[in-house]
């Protein structure tokens, strides 16, 4: 039974990172189209979450959790618009670094990861409740 309660809060820390990395997607999607307001100002930079095993030291065993969110550092795009505040003196405006393809490709990867998690508790679940129906 033991092993059945480790395998629930394997898969409880998994559902928590992939509801913080789906938290992130969706600021990303959000400001997907935030440009600077300022001539010389960056717009929205694209944000990446960074996972790692981590010792729980309760259970003695290895957990998922966020290390860090951190700036996705690749280029900005362009777009040209000389009457937007922000354009430079080519009259072009950086565009945020986030692409909605990706984005979404990773949101539809971080909800399957997050429901095999459920299924998984759903399961244990189960054999749990088995074994105390076998055990009255």
């Known amino acids: 039974m033991a092993d059945l309660l480790k395998t629930m809060a394997i898969s ?6 992939q509801g913080a990395r789906l ?34 030291r309760r259970l003695g065993l290895d957990t998922v959790r966020v290390d ?14 000389p009457n937007h505040p922000a354009a430079d003196g080519e009259g072009y405006v950086l565009t945020p670094n986030v692409k909605s393809i ?7 990867e971080a909800q399957r990861s ?6 998984a508790i759903r399961s244990s679940k189960g054999m749990l409740e088995a074994a105390i129906e076998i055990l009255k």
């Open 12 to 17: 409880a820390a998994g559902m928590k990172v």
């Open 23 to 56: 938290r992130v997607i969706a600021e990303n999607i959000a400001n997907a189209d935030s440009l600077a307001q300022t001539p010389n100002g960056t717009p929205y930079r694209r944000k990446v979450i960074i996972f790692k095993n981590e010792l729980d």
């Open 68 to 81: 860090k969110i951190r700036p996705d550092m690749s280029t900005f795009g362009k777009k040209f618009d």
């Open 102 to 108: 990706v984005e979404m490709m990773d949101m539809k």
């Open 114 to 119: 997050y429901e095999a998690n459920v299924t």
